[in-house]
């Protein structure tokens, strides 16, 4: 069940999680939710494993729920997200290493919320992101009220989510949805030297500087400057710094990776 769902590749120490339902454009059942949320936290644990990328098969990144397997179902809507798409958002945001959404394709409801939580936003140019859920009644779930304002500003986020607007890719990129917008030809291949990129970085210092950004999202300057000063200790004390350091010193290039290989 969980191999036909989701699909895990693991190359040069990117990890590619691939949402496996292309006949639904991904729209995520209850396996393939809790699927992704176990795969990321084993993921996460996994020293070989540097850099996570999250993806659809198919034409579609991720139709959110999938609308067919509701109807029946022994949960409230609240004990349902509970239960998956919150764990799972909570996942891509705790995790100690850089999330990629590799966003193929179209990115509805909670699949655009999905789009949205990765560390990174690369999009195939003819990616699309909708905030739908109105259309079907419903309030965007899964973090969307959360990431989006705080790159759009509440009345931009208000109206895409009010008329469930779709925002195509160049769109996006110049909302600032999305970091990079890639030829669909050659996406995966981009996406992949890309995460080796950054593989190649320190990633203790990376996942504390997620660990501080994430932090600094909810809390003040003040906050932010003792955290900032706290964590900076355990950077300096961890050897990639002293190899960073040495390498500037020596006029060469860091090997950040050399304890993993
Ligand atoms: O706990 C809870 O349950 C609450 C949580 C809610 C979270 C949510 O995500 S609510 C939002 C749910 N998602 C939607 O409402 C999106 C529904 N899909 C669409 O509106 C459209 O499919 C798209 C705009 C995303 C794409 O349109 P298009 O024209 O490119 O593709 P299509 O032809 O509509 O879809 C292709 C196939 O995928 C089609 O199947 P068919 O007819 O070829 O057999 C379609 O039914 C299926 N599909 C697409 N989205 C879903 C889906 N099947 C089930 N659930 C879907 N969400």
Redo the contacts with the bound molecule.
């Keep these: 069940m969980t191999e036909a769902v989701l699909l895990t590749e693991t190359n040069a120490g990117v990890r590619t999680l691939t949402l496996n339902r292309p006949?639904?454009?991904n729209?995520?059942n209850d396996a393939l939710l809790l699927a992704l949320t176990e795969a990321i936290a084993e993921a996460d644990g996994d020293a070989s494993v540097r850099v996570i990328v999250l993806t659809g098969s198919g034409?579609?990144f991720c139709?959110?729920?999938?609308?067919?397997?509701?109807s029946g179902?022994n949960m409230t809507?609240t004990e349902?997200?509970n239960h998956?798409?919150n764990p799972l958002i909570r996942a891509i945001r705790s995790c100690g290493k850089p999330v990629i959404s590799a966003v193929n394709g179209?990115a509805?409801?909670?699949?655009a919320s999905l789009a949205l939580a990765g560390d990174v936003r690369l999009w195939a140019r003819s990616a699309a992101l909708?905030e739908?859920?109105s259309?079907?009644a419903?309030v965007p779930?899964?973090g969307s009220t959360w990431f989006l304002p705080r790159l759009v500003g509440y009345h931009r986020a208000f109206e895409l989510m009010a008329l469930a607007e779709k925002v195509r890719s160049d769109e996006a990129l110049r909302l600032g949805l999305c970091e990079h917008v890639f030829p669909d030809e050659t996406f995966h291949q981009e996406v992949q030297a890309y995460a080796e990129r950054l593989a190649a970085r320190p990633a203790n210092a990376l996942k504390l500087t997620k660990q501080a950004l994430n932090a600094a999202m909810t809390t003040t300057l003040d906050v932010a400057l003792d955290r900032e000063a706290e964590l900076q200790q355990v950077a300096g004390d961890h050897w990639e710094h002293e190899e960073g350091v040495t390498a500037f010193k020596e006029k060469r290039a860091p090997d950040f990776r050399r304890e993993y290989e």
């Design positions: 006949e639904k454009l729209a995520a034409r579609g139709a959110g729920q999938d609308l067919g397997d509701v179902r809507f349902h997200l998956t798409y179209v509805a409801g909670a699949g909708i739908i859920f259309n079907i419903l779930d899964s």
